[in-house]
C-alpha cells in the first residue's frame, strides 16, 4: 500500500476514533445507582454542618467541598472576606469555543429553633423518605447537586465547549460583605460567565402529581421604609386629635389597602400564558383576563384572597410587618412608626412610587424614611437564549412537565449577577405544594426535602449542565 494511502487510512482511523470516543462520552450515561448513594452520603454530611447565619461558619462546608473536589483532581480555590465565611471556587475546563457557565449554591442557612424540630436540625436524619434538616431545600440540595455534576462530568472526562465553574458562597441569607457582594465586587474574573444555574425553580407536585416546573428568570427588589408619625405627646386620659399612633394606624390601613398598578413583564406574561394551558377552565379564563386589555380587578382580588403570591407578582407589593409606639399606657406618644416590606418590580421607578404613596397617605404628620434596597435592580433573564431551552427540555425529559418562568417575590443572589449582565435561572428540586402550610418548607421548623427528590434534581441538574457545556 502506498505511504500516502497509508498515512489517509491512519488519519481517517484516528478521526473515526475521536468522533467515537466524542459521541460516547455524550450519550453515556452515569451510573445512577451507585451516584444516588453517593449523593445522600455528601448530603447528609453537609446538612449536619450547622452553617446558621448569623454567625455562618460556612468554611465547614467550604473545607468539606475543596477535600471532595480535590481528591477528584479538580481545581479550587478558596476566597474569604472573613476567614470563617469563605467561598470556594471550582472550574472544568473547556475548549473555550463558548463562554463558561456558573453553577451556584449558598452553603449558609438560617437560624433555628431546636425546641421546635421533631429530629434534630443539624442531624439530617431520614425517615419516611424524606430527609429532615436546616438547609434540605435553601439551599444545600442546590450545593450537592452543583458538587455531584463537576465529579461526574470529571470522572466522565465529558469534552466541553465551555468551563463550568461551581460556585458555593457563603452569606445569601441577609446578604452582607462576605459572599455574592464579595466575589462579583473583588473576584469577578473567577465566576465570570454566560449562563447561571442557582436557586429559586423548582418542580410542584399537588397530591401527589407532578404539576410543573418553574424557572426562574426574574426577581422582585426588596426596599426597605418606615412609615414615622409625630404628634404632640400628653397625658392618656385627654385624647388628642394629634395621637400619633392614631395618624400611624389611618396611614398604615391606607398602605394596606392600596391596590398598587398591576404590571406584567416578559416573565410574568409568560407565566400567565403558561399556566392557562395547566388549569381548570375557570381558573385558566382568570389568568387569560389578567393577560388582555380591561378591567381585572374581579381576577385580582381573587388572586389577592386566594393566591397571594400571584397577586404579589402582578406588582410592586408593600407588607406592613412591624409597629412600634408608645412606653407607658397613660402617655400619648410623641412618635411611632411602621416599618414597611416593599418588594419592587424590577422596573418600578422607586421615587414615583415613594410620591404616589405619599398621596395615598395623605397625611402631613406621618413621614416616609426610605432604607434603601439589599440587592440591585436588573432587567429580566431572557427566555430565547440556549440554557432556557435547555431547562425546556430536560424539564419534559425528568419530569414530564411544561416549564413556566417566574418571578420571585424573594430575593437570590442572582441579582447581583443580572447587573453584570449574566444571564441568570432559578431551579430547584420537586416539592410537594402542601408542604409548606404544613411546617416542612424553607426556613419552617420541620425543613426537609423527599429523597426521591433530591436524587431527580441531580439527574436533572446533570442534564442542563451537561448539555449546555459540552462539546457540539
Not at 470516543?21 to 453537609?46: G, L, Y
Not at 437564549?385 to 411544561?402: G, H, P, S
Request: hydrophobic share 40%; aromatic share 6%; glycine share 8%.
Amino acid at each position: 500500500m502506498p505511504y500516502r494511502m497509508i498515512r489517509l487510512v491512519f488519519s481517517l482511523s484516528a478521526l473515526l476514533l475521536l468522533i467515537s470516543s466524542v459521541a460516547s462520552a455524550q450519550t453515556q450515561q452515569p451510573d445512577w445507582s451507585k451516584i444516588d448513594e453517593e449523593t445522600m452520603r455528601h448530603f447528609q454530611a453537609i446538612l449536619r454542618l450547622d452553617t446558621s447565619n448569623p454567625p455562618g461558619n460556612e468554611t465547614l462546608v467550604v473545607d468539606y467541598l475543596k477535600g471532595v473536589l480535590e481528591r477528584e483532581g479538580i481545581e479550587t480555590k478558596i476566597f474569604a472576606n472573613d476567614p470563617k465565611r469563605a467561598n470556594l471556587v471550582a472550574r472544568l475546563r473547556g475548549n473555550g469555543k463558548k463562554r463558561p457557565v456558573l453553577i451556584m449554591g449558598h452553603t449558609d442557612v438560617v437560624t433555628v429553633d431546636p425546641s421546635k424540630w421533631k429530629h434534630p436540625p443539624f442531624s439530617a436524619t431520614r425517615e419516611g423518605g424524606y430527609v429532615y434538616g436546616r438547609g434540605a431545600v435553601d439551599d444545600k440540595d442546590n450545593v450537592v447537586a452543583c458538587l455531584m455534576v463537576m465529579l461526574l462530568l470529571k470522572r466522565m472526562n465529558a469534552p466541553l465547549d465551555r468551563d463550568v465553574i461551581f460556585l458555593a458562597e457563603a452569606s445569601e441569607e441577609g446578604g452582607g460583605p462576605n459572599g455574592i457582594n464579595f466575589m462579583v465586587n473583588q473576584h469577578w474574573a473567577e465566576i465570570d460567565a454566560e449562563f447561571c444555574f442557582a436557586e429559586g425553580g423548582g418542580v410542584v407536585r399537588t397530591d401527589g402529581k407532578i404539576q410543573y416546573a418553574s424557572v426562574a428568570t426574574t426577581e422582585k427588589i426588596p426596599q426597605g421604609a418606615r412609615l414615622v408619625a409625630r404628634g404632640i405627646s400628653g397625658h392618656g386620659s385627654v385624647p388628642l386629635r394629634t395621637n400619633a399612633i392614631v395618624h400611624l394606624a389611618q396611614a398604615v390601613a391606607n398602605v394596606a389597602a392600596w391596590r398598587t398598578p398591576m404590571r406584567l413583564n416578559e416573565t410574568t406574561r409568560a407565566y400567565f400564558e403558561r399556566l392557562a394551558k395547566l388549569s381548570s377552565p375557570e381558573d385558566a379564563a382568570r389568568y387569560n383576563k389578567l393577560l388582555q386589555p380591561g378591567n381585572t380587578d374581579d381576577a385580582q382580588e381573587y388572586l389577592a384572597v386566594n393566591v397571594p403570591r400571584m397577586y404579589s407578582t402582578l406588582r410592586t407589593s408593600i407588607s406592613p410587618n412591624i409597629i412600634k409606639g408608645g412606653y407607658r399606657s397613660n402617655v400619648i406618644p410623641s412618635e411611632a412608626e411602621a416599618t414597611l416590606d416593599i418588594r419592587a418590580l424590577p422596573d418600578e421607578d422607586m421615587q414615583r412610587f415613594f410620591d404616589a404613596m405619599k398621596n395615598v397617605i395623605n397625611d402631613p404628620s406621618v413621614e416616609i424614611v426610605r432604607n434603601g434596597n439589599s440587592r440591585p435592580g436588573a432587567p429580566p433573564s431572557r427566555l430565547d437564549t440556549e440554557a432556557f431551552r435547555i431547562l425546556e427540555e430536560a424539564n419534559k425529559r425528568v419530569y414530564n412537565v411544561a416549564t413556566l418562568p417566574t418571578m420571585l417575590t424573594g430575593a437570590t443572589d442572582m441579582a447581583q449577577l443580572r447587573t453584570k449582565g449574566m444571564q441568570c435561572y432559578g431551579i430547584g428540586p420537586m416539592t410537594d405544594s402542601e408542604d409548606g402550610p404544613k411546617g416542612f418548607g424553607a426556613h419552617s421548623d420541620q425543613e426537609r426535602i423527599l429523597e426521591e427528590a433530591i436524587h431527580k434534581f441531580i439527574h436533572f441538574h446533570w442534564d442542563i449542565v451537561f448539555n449546555l457545556a459540552k462539546a457540539k
